[in-house]
């Protein structure tokens, strides 16, 4: 267990859900870890779960001094610089394309869009000078194709895939490697908010592996991006949603139409 053993680790949205999957898992593997969240009493209860090992800092991903005081912090409670980023908060509107209040739009596209940019922003000079980091970009299999109702979610998402990669060219000389990941649909605050056990048991028939995913389904491809093991891996996005994006628009369940 120390595939992330020199691995000093911002992941932001940690409190809960899919981060703080990750961050149980990071922390096994010998990472240190800084969980990053609006959501201070999930935060701290996660951080003396973990040990010594991680610490909770208050953070809005979409403030920029709030950027520069944690890279600063953490740099200063681990003693070396940040190498592995991940930039797994994010939010869920619905709304339709004629009624969206315009407000919803600018609220995910500061949250999810600029979040991303401002993190990769702010880990980056270190990063650069020390000639090696991974930057791990959460996106969504609405990164990769639409759906219903999610057109400004679905933008910003898109939108975090597209800055993957272009990030990842500039970055790439320098010894950085920059990666985004899709998870379909996932068990957490986010999805039951969105629907409950209803829309669960809806997502299960929609998908190949005929179930929804958990937080510890998408934990390891983190691990493997934030670790030595994908040295060779920049660019790339990385589907973890049960193969929901291997079918199209007319999968009609696992039945493949003739009702069994
Ligand atoms: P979640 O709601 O459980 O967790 C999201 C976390 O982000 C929360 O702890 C929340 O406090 C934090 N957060 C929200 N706004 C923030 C801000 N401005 N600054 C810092 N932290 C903030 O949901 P989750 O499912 O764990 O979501 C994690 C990521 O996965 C998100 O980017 C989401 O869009 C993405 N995603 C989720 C699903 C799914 O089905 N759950 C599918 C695809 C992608």
Not at 52 to 68: G, L, M, Q, T
Not at 75 to 95: C, D, H, K, M, Y
Request: aromatic share 6%; proline share 3%.
């Amino acid at each position: 267990m120390s595939r992330l053993v020199d691995k000093h680790v911002i992941i932001t949205g940690a409190a809960q859900g899919q981060g703080a999957a990750i961050a149980r898992a990071f922390v096994r593997e010998g990472a240190r870890v800084v969980i990053a969240d609006v959501a201070d009493e999930a935060g701290l209860a996660l951080a003396s779960e973990l040990g010594e090992v991680a610490y909770f800092s208050h953070h809005d991903v979409s403030d920029p001094a709030s950027w520069d005081r944690l890279v600063a912090e953490a740099e200063e409670r681990f003693g070396t610089s940040v190498n592995v980023l991940v930039n797994n908060a994010g939010i869920l509107r619905f709304g339709e394309v004629d009624t969206m209040p315009l407000a919803d739009l600018d609220l995910l596209i500061s949250v999810n869009m600029r979040g991303c940019f401002l993190g990769m922003q702010a880990v980056a000079p270190a990063m650069k000078r020390n000639r090696q980091g991974s930057i791990i970009n959460c996106s969504s299999v609405e990164g990769l194709a639409g759906m219903a109702s999610l057109t400004a979610y679905t933008g910003t998402k898109f939108a975090i895939r597209g800055m993957t990669k272009a990030a990842a060219v500039e970055l790439g000389a320098h010894g950085v490697r920059v990666n985004s990941v899709h998870p379909g649909m996932i068990d957490t605050a986010m999805t039951q908010a969105a629907g409950g056990e209803a829309a669960m048991q809806w997502g299960a028939t929609r998908v190949p592996l005929e179930r929804v995913g958990t937080p510890e389904d998408v934990a390891p491809l983190y691990v493997y991006l934030a670790s030595d093991e994908s040295g060779y891996t920049t660019g790339g996005e990385f589907a973890v949603d049960g193969g929901v994006t291997a079918t199209h628009s007319f999968y009609p369940g696992n039945s493949g139409g003739r009702g069994r």
